[in-house]
T-cell receptor, first 116, second 109 residues
Framework: ETGVTQSPTHLIKTRGQQVTLRCSSQSGHNTVSWYQQALGQGPQFIFQYYREEENGRGNFPPRFSGLQFPNYSSELNVNALELDDSALYLC???????????????FGAGSRLTVL | GQNIDQPTEMTATEGAIVQINCTYQTSGFNGLFWYQQHAGEAPTFLSY??LDGLEEKGRFSSFLSRSKGYSYLLLKELQMKDSASHLC??????????WGAGTKLIIKP
């Protein structure tokens, strides 16, 4: 059973640029969620995809967008990067999106984005 | 607004017991989670509570009181590898996870 893999692990961008982060979900999982984690803080929910449809979104502007593919892998795109976008971006997969039972999230190791 | 509060940092001795508290105010409640995150690594699942009471899982136990908006994580027989951030998260009425900032646990020999 493979876990959640994310790429790239680290990247540096400049203000105004665009970035795409990728995530392969754990085998058998059909739901992917993305989180932003600033240093010393807990993760902040960005959005979630279930069977290729966005079905939940946190308090993030439209320049944060995403996709989920038929194989349940996912992308996070951020346009017009700002300095405050510097953070660890975590992808997590799970079996179902709703609250029946624990619905434990399996996290990837994250992509650390630095915006200069 | 929604809020999860937990202490920023705690220190304990190897072999001892430590209790990490979490209080929450959220729009609805559909379960509370504890995750552990070592520096530079992904969070890993520790426990889940949806009903009041104590859930025990090896060296880790987690307690929930929904009426008080309160949970704690109890770690027994502390080991050096328990040095990590411990995150409390609540699933709200929209089934979104609201996270605390984490409690950095430092274990001393």
């Amino acid at each position: 059973e493979t876990g959640v893999t994310q790429s790239p692990t680290h990247l540096i961008k400049t203000r105004g640029q665009q970035v795409t982060l990728r995530c392969s979900s754990q085998s058998g999982h059909n739901t992917v969620s993305w989180y932003q984690q600033a240093l010393g803080q807990g993760p902040q929910f960005i959005f979630q995809y279930y069977r290729e449809e966005e079905n939940g979104r946190g308090n993030f502007p439209p320049r944060f967008s995403g996709l989920q593919f038929p194989n349940y892998s996912s992308e996070l795109n951020v346009n017009a990067l700002e300095l405050d976008d510097s953070a660890l971006y975590l992808c997590a997969s799970s079996l179902e999106f709703s609250g029946a039972g624990a619905n434990v999230l399996t996290f990837g190791a994250g992509s650390r984005l630095t915006v200069l | 607004g929604q809020n999860i509060d937990q202490p920023t940092e705690m220190t304990a001795t190897e072999g001892a017991i430590v209790q990490i508290n979490c209080t929450y105010q959220t729009s609805g409640f559909n379960g509370l989670f504890w995750y552990q995150q070592h520096a530079g690594e992904a969070p890993t699942f520790l426990s889940y509570n949806v009903l009041d009471g104590l859930e025990e899982k090896g060296r880790f136990s987690s307690f929930l009181s929904r009426s008080k908006g309160y949970s704690y994580l109890l770690l027994k027989e502390l080991q050096m590898k328990d040095s990590a951030s411990h995150l409390c998260a609540v699933r709200d009425s929209n089934y979104q996870l609201i996270w605390g900032a984490g409690t950095k646990l430092i274990i001393k020999p």
